[in-house]
DNA sequence: TATGAATGAGCTTTCATTCAT
DNA sequence: GATGAATGAAAGCTCATTCAT
């Protein structure tokens, strides 16, 4: 649970009363939805009087923002951090299937630390234009432009076919997306070997879109 | 939307009223989510007393389950009618390739003609174990099995790598679903050149899992 | 149940589905109550359509009131039957005790053949005014004179002590009432020995206000 | 009224609404039976939004047991208290009368003061299986061995004949019980010389049950 | 800052009654 | 007479939000 919270933390401090709420609800949430979940046990499995959330978040969905929007943040983090772009350009990865791996690594063991804060994003994600906006903004503004970037530089560099980006971004986001899906959401109690499995699904997307084939 | 009525008409004939408050049904919660839609809102779409609703659908839940089962059954329909079980078989299809493209092209025009029931089905199969459990009834018994069936076939024929065959589906399936999300939920009014588009996933997926690479 | 039917019928005829509503009213009824009975639950079982009911009673209470008027004369009948007051005041009864034992049985046999509509009385007589007018004039009119003038013969006969007759009413009928509720009602199927209580309650009764004590 | 207040008041405080809350449901209740009663008319006459009512009860019927339950065990308090036992046993009571007078007349004194919690009690009874489990076991735990012990004793001492104590209690109940249910519910407004009434009460039952007959 | 009783609008659901067929 | 779809008022209940303490 700390990793989670370490996701949502902001730097300016919390009560403990406020870190026991937005566990309270994370948990209740993605269990159940926000629609089934009401303030009132959010409360109760807290140890909180009902009117301190709304000392700390306005309103019921200002908590659902408060704990969705850092997370679009995050799952996007690596790819417009400084850090990343600069290893990619300084060529860190000697191909686009290092990058891919090194890529899903990272994200993989994000998710895997995250699992109830992501099934509420996407559970949520449908119903409240709040939460579409700021993903929206994330995706066309940090994600998109890097990834952008990046197929360029290894298109250039002769790892990719020449498709449109766009295509190849249809073909690997859905692919890494549903394999997570797959893997901690739909089938998370079957035994899975990640890297095998991992380096398969790289292995075919690179069939599809590398320059080899 | 006389389509999508044909999707959920049942054999029995339904009274006008009852059309009417299914397809309000159907666009209200299409557009706003299952819980921020009322039934007084429906009946007053459908120019219904709120009491004839419940004349017909004994529970809300039970207008949201008559609304989404008969899509779950008919999205995954042609997979196992004899039809097309035997058109594999048979040879229709000279190539795995051209098995996609006619699977592909089928479901999308199933998916262009029922765009708010898909909607609905997705948006709410997290929430309701009642549908979840239509939907794991259908996958498990009908879809994998015949997907099972056509991947032995291709490979046998040559037309595929020798992959497991879940591992294969975890790519084609992701593939195709991200691609009509895309299409008709997240992007429906950016202009589609739907064949290429198609064409070119195709390229992209045989790239990954046919033989020849 | 044709026993019950004969306390419900007037002179005028009823169709079979009449005949099939007030069967249904009076097993529903007596079991669940009136309002936890609803027309279409009466009118399910009477195998009759809902507006079928409303066209022999216009409304639910009709219904009701069609069901209990009726026993409530019944009850008190033999009370003013010119019969009964011929047979009083004939001495065919040698004795106050003989007409109570003839009064007891002739009622037992009645309550008998009459359970569900007199539990039916007992339960809605506290909340339906209508109910209780027919029943205090059939008591004040009725069954109070005809009681007071046997009192007043077998007083004069000396067969009874010289107590005021309400006090002798106020001892008699509750104690008959609570005999027959803990016999029908509230211990039905505990096995009785009927004639033997009936003796045995009449004799502490005539121990009570006979003129022997 | 605060007579009655006590008779259902708990250790615990309750809130002034919550009280106003128990007096309105009582008054509507009594008057007009459970079913008629609709909770938003408890809330207005009570001054108090309809769902304070739900804060404090969860249920219409959780409401209705919490009144009727402390009834059932205040109306028979008295004959398993300790207290009561003793004074049979320690002879405060010379006789069998005196003891059914200091009854009576105790009893007497709590129906008065709790005319309207009766009438619920009484009107209730017959549909509230809760009410009926609740009714059942004080009788059968407390009321009815308390009953049998006294009238053991009071056989052995002579007071009384050599009638079952079953046939006994149902004389001595219902009688009492008819006396009372005349004397406040059917015509509370007739001009009563209680006590008057009472010793003819009992000159009968003793009469009727007593050894000297 | 924290509490939790109180609120009241809004929800789903029931059901006696009507009426066109 | 009989039907049963339709009605709509009213019911019990939920819950995010407020506010005096």
Redesign the pocket.
């Known amino acids: 649970m700390s990793d989670m919270m370490d996701t949502l933390r902001n730097e300016e401090n919390m009560?403990?009363?406020?870190i026991e709420i937005l566990k309270s609800a994370i948990e209740l949430i993605s269990e159940k939805g926000y629609?089934?979940?009401?303030?009132?046990?959010?409360?109760k499995r807290a140890?909180?009087?009902?009117?301190?959330?709304?000392?700390?978040?306005?309103?019921?969905?200002?908590?659902l923002v408060a704990i969705v929007t850092p997370v679009i943040t995050n799952i996007s983090a690596p790819l417009f951090a400084t850090k990343f772009v600069d290893q990619v350009f300084h060529e860190d990865y000697n191909s686009f299937a290092d990058l891919l791996h090194a890529f899903i690594n990272n994200r993989f063991e994000f998710a895997q630390a995250n699992v109830p804060l992501i099934k509420i994003l996407l559970q949520e994600l449908a119903f409240h234009p709040e939460i579409q906006m700021a993903y929206k903004r994330v995706f066309t503004e940090k994600v998109y432009p890097a990834f952008n970037q990046a197929l360029d530089f290894y298109k250039q560099k002769g790892d990719l076919q020449n498709l449109p980006n766009d295509t190849i971004i249809r073909i690997v986001v859905p692919t890494i997306l549903g394999f997570m899906m797959t893997r901690f959401i739909l089938q998370p109690d079957k035994e899975w070997d990640d890297e095998a499995e991992i380096r398969q699904m790289i292995g075919v997307i690179m069939g599809g879109i590398g320059a080899g084939s």
């Open positions: 009560t403990p009363k406020q629609y089934n979940t009401s303030t009132s046990e959010i409360a140890g909180v009087a009902e009117g301190t959330i709304f000392r700390h978040y306005s309103t019921k969905k200002d908590l």
